[in-house]
């Protein structure tokens, strides 16, 4: 058995809610067992979630934040995933040690680039037995499907929070000592006006 985050493109928007309700149905079967899945539109560069399930729940929005999928989805939708783009595979990639171009293109950049702007694309967490079950059931509509180590995204999106955590920390720091400079600025400023006030009594 291998453990698969797998992205699903539809044209047919309308498509993509059937397929997640029919996967919905049917999530464990002797081929595969879906964990998460879930439904994201790319809008105005941000990915937008529309709908999914947790193990054959319907999931609220804050039921996505502790699995794989709703991270996944919250870097590429986040300060790191807006900011930078499809760069975002060149800062991720970062961890990966040196090698050939296609064996360290990161799969968070991957993942970002096959959803296109205006599109509804299906992400699964699935645990399969044989790929073709589950691309069968997927190929019942007009659908481009992408498959990505399960165990390497989680640990590209990890990498990516800690990346994440960095640069918010830096701009805390670089706010902070710009804040810090104009202040001291400001009282040089008040001294000479102070000075040259009381200078000027008495005259």
Avoid at 22 to 47: R, W
Avoid at 69 to 93: A, D, K, R, T
Wanted: hydrophobic letters at 45%; aromatic letters at 6%; one cysteine or more.
């Amino acid at each position: 058995m291998k453990e698969n985050v797998i992205l699903a493109n539809y044209r047919v928007e309308s498509e993509a809610y059937q397929a997640l309700w029919e996967l919905k149905q049917a999530a464990d079967n002797a081929n595969y067992t879906i964990c998460q899945a879930m439904i994201v539109k790319k809008e105005d560069g941000t990915l937008a979630v529309k709908d999914g399930f947790i193990n054959g729940v319907v999931a609220g929005n804050d039921s996505w934040k502790g699995g794989l999928i709703g991270s996944l989805v919250g870097i590429l939708g986040g300060p790191i995933g807006i900011l930078l783009g499809s760069s975002v595979g060149m800062l991720i990639g970062g961890a990966v040690d040196a090698g050939d171009a296609a064996k360290n293109e990161s799969l968070l950049e991957k993942a970002g680039d096959s959803i296109l702007e205006g599109e509804t694309a299906i992400l699964l967490l699935a645990q399969e037995e044989y790929e073709t079950a589950l691309t069968a059931k997927l190929n019942d509509f007009e659908v481009t499907i992408t498959r990505l180590d399960a165990a390497e995204v989680a640990a590209e999106v990890e990498h990516a929070r800690e990346v994440e955590r960095q640069m918010a920390k830096e701009t805390r720091e670089k706010l902070r000592a710009e804040k810090t400079k104009a202040f001291w600025e400001t009282v040089a400023q008040k001294r000479e006006e102070l000075k040259k006030w009381f200078s000027g009594l008495g005259k």
